[in-house]
């Protein structure tokens, strides 16, 4: 596993200014706070990203404008979220030309479809592009949950490479860290679950690409450095300093999805001098000054300035 | 309501060749047959299109020959399915340029969202294009069921034209068509369950959407001619002969969605020398020859030749 | 068919007293109103009876005093919910005691079953009771969904009667309405969707137990009548003025389940004089006074004093 | 925290002869098997007890047979299963008459609820039993999750003493275990699920519930002395082994629920020769000869006889 990408691998957010352009300036200072932060990787154009909400120009912008900003000091992900093979393979090429270190690619979504027309859409993926393809789990998107066996199949095959798991499974995750234990560990696998990658390590997670680690990549670096240590009270520590942090996205109880998730997030940044907004894409509308109060003092409580 | 688009509006399946490219000839004759057949108007890139399987240049594309094929003999309305609004309007221009009649748009979907964001993308959608919008409630492919509430309201206010309902929530129905009637009548209400459409009139549809109308087209005009006649128990003989018929998609009982269901309806055209092949656009697989044969001896049975 | 059960066979409420005894005067006065108004037959302890919150007391309780207050002069089916055999053919015996027509089972609920399960659960009700035992598909409740091919295939054994269909599926409601007719039409076939028994009786329905039916029983044996002899016209115009009473139990939006819809039924009742209370079974708490002059409007738009 | 009940509460099984009797010869060894593993309490009549195929008097035998076989040398939790509040009691009389430690009670079942139906219900619950009231949240089942601040929000108020979570939702465990210890730690918090209680643990889970500790209380107990001593590969280490034998109830993949999940713990406890048969409560069917020789390959696997 030496030469893998493994450890924290935030899901980077989309910053835009009051009338709606991507923020490069905001962006920039994101990233920075996360390569400052010691992080290993950065996933751009996840669901925490607002990819859903943006045109493929857009997208294209906020990948460069991504890679650019990271230059070359940790390895970039790219999302390519899309319903079908030739859109994700369109945005597959856009990853190749930035230098991106891989794609990572849900199950095709909209249509209602099985574990056939699945792995048949892994595998061309896997042929059409010459990047290392990660499986996007996120049943809460795609309304298909990604089998473990399948996806260890096609780790032993080649066809995949690693797994994001954000599908709230822990259960299945514990089954997918065994059977990929017993393939010989051809997968990666990085949780997506901000507040329990204590017990995703446990499971035998590499890594995480928590969208939370926007707003304090630090503590998730502390710790996966206590996990490689084996230092649990540690891990378990900085997990619920974290877990009561993770809070702010409980803040706007009457807004669901990334209208809150993504709205916390983005407001604790604009609050900690990161962003110049917590504007985000339509038709998604910001959250008010009636959250960013509560918002702030959890970050004050998590030891945030 | 005499100048609306009403009755019969099948969503036009895509056929492909057998190496997988759009095949113009049977789709001419696919488009030959509903018109012949006397539908009042035609969907094309629905789901029933194997839209969400299709990219943008095969998208356009496919819209185009359809266009091109009715040639003006009754009014084509434009699927626009995808994530966010500048892609839906990108297709809306599309729709535009070859002179679709008007476009059907789902609630944005894969990223979670509720009714505010529902209503904003709505809304952007209609002053983003010309052409009226119809709405296309499908929570099974989007995961949102469009309130009915909403829905009229955005009739009363001239954002939306029409409802294209799969939702199969008939008290929904039942519900949308009386507050539709209560606000003097601003939508035109399509149904597009093929097996209760009699009810759906009852109910207040002014039409319906039928994918099994790609098979059947002039069963389901009898059907509609019928129904505006008064003369219910044609309606009810033609829609029992119509739901007999329907069990083609139950026959590949190892398929789920499309795969089953347009499966089905390409085997039959197939079967009926209306297409060239069943053959669907990957990932999906067509059906065998186990599958081709019952479905066969049913369209015998509904008195298909 | 001339024998059987067929027709408006309501499910009748539970009324209760201020103090939370079942109120017999108040029941006496709805059954009074139901035979007054026509109705084929009464269905007791169904889901509207409130029956998930009473003991097997207060079930047998209700039970007993709706066959005594309905005296013979329609036939009486008892619910027997509950979520395992010898539970249920313990309230079959309360059932044959008093004098049922039938009862009316649901698949096993809480635990997770498959349809052998289900399947085997309805063969040992049939084996335990001399009553004939009608399949109650409710999967709100139950969360399973009768298959429509089993309910067939247990209806030519002679395992079942007849279904009461709460699915709100009228696309398997049709198949099932088909399969039966191929079949020989083994078993008679009631919906519980009050605002679409229009579209039911054209599918095959041979009747209704609608909830509504408590407050308006008259209007749904009207449209009965009318279905029958063919008067559509007069079922749709029945079925709409239904549908618009309905809409009472939207009114308490704040609520969820039978706490909206029975709450609005019992305080419409109450308004008008048949129930001394609007009580419900604890932990259900009555609908307010800001609720129930909405629903006085609704009951006097539809004609109801 | 010290005289509380914590650790490893297997939800013991509930053996039957070959024609559908209580096993109590196996039970008596089943139970001998737990205590002699170390246990520090048995849940009888939770999910794992087939109790939901039981009726009130093989209930009340069971329970009565579980608490002498223990007699008194560790705590007996007694499931109160039931869809409403006179049903639970009937049952908690049982559990007071027989020594039982607490009761563990659902959300009321087969009627949708709110939150305000729950809260009232446990609330009665508790006033109307002498004994300590455990939430049991079991969402697969009752189709309602408990929120964490509820649950919180009663044990401050004395109403519940712990939670049994079997929500298979590990991040509502985080934040009730969060919650929990920012008020002063009023509940105790079991965790259901076999095969992430290491990452319990890490949460602040008090200890476990697991149906596989049936087949290996041991393994269970050595987990949980290792989590107290803070010696997390130990932990790690044995819940990984577990894991793999919990492989056991994927074996009969096709059967859903507990005819697969209780199925394979019966057949593995056959196998290992402490239960006579691996028979089930009607309906649910044993599992066959075919999966019994997976099941044992798995079982020596884990290392057990």
Request: with cysteine; charged share 20%.
């Amino acid at each position: 596993m030496t030469d893998r990408l493994r450890g924290v691998v935030p899901p980077v957010l989309t910053p835009f200014t009051a009338d709606g352009q991507i923020d490069l300036p905001s962006l920039e200072r994101l990233v920075a706070r996360l390569v400052d932060g010691g992080v290993d990787g950065i996933f751009a154009l996840g669901s925490s990203s607002e990819t859903a909400f943006l045109d493929d120009t857009r997208r294209a912008a906020a990948l460069e404008a991504v890679t650019s900003f990271v230059d070359g000091r940790v390895p970039v992900l790219a999302g390519v979220i899309d319903t079908q093979v030739e859109r994700v393979l369109a945005h597959a090429r856009v990853a190749e030309r930035v230098g991106a270190a891989g794609i990572v690619a849900t199950a095709p979504f909209y249509a209602v479809t099985g574990p056939a027309e699945v792995e048949a859409s892994f595998r061309a993926l896997a042929e059409g592009t010459s990047l290392p393809v990660w499986a996007y789990d996120i049943p809460v998107c795609t309304h298909y949950k990604l089998p473990p066996d399948l996806l260890v199949r096609l780790g032993v095959e080649g066809v995949l490479t690693g797994v994001k798991d954000s599908s709230g499974d822990d259960v299945s995750f514990r089954r997918l860290a065994m059977m990929n234990r017993a393939a010989g560990e051809p997968l990666t696998l990085l949780t997506g679950h901000e507040v329990v990658v204590d017990g995703a390590y446990l499971a035998g997670a590499h890594g995480s690409v928590p969208g939370l680690g926007n707003v304090d990549p630090a503590g998730y670096v502390r710790m996966d450095r206590a996990a490689r240590a084996g230092d649990w009270e540690t891990v378990r520590a900085e997990q619920d300093r974290l877990a009561a942090l993770f809070e702010i996205v409980f803040v706007p109880s009457d807004r669901v999805g990334p209208a809150a998730g993504i709205g916390a997030f983005k407001t604790a940044l604009h609050h900690l001098g990161v962003l110049d907004t917590n504007v985000m894409a339509p038709p998604l509308v910001p959250l008010g000054a009636d959250h960013a109060g509560r918002i702030a003092e959890l970050c004050a409580a998590a030891g945030l300035e």
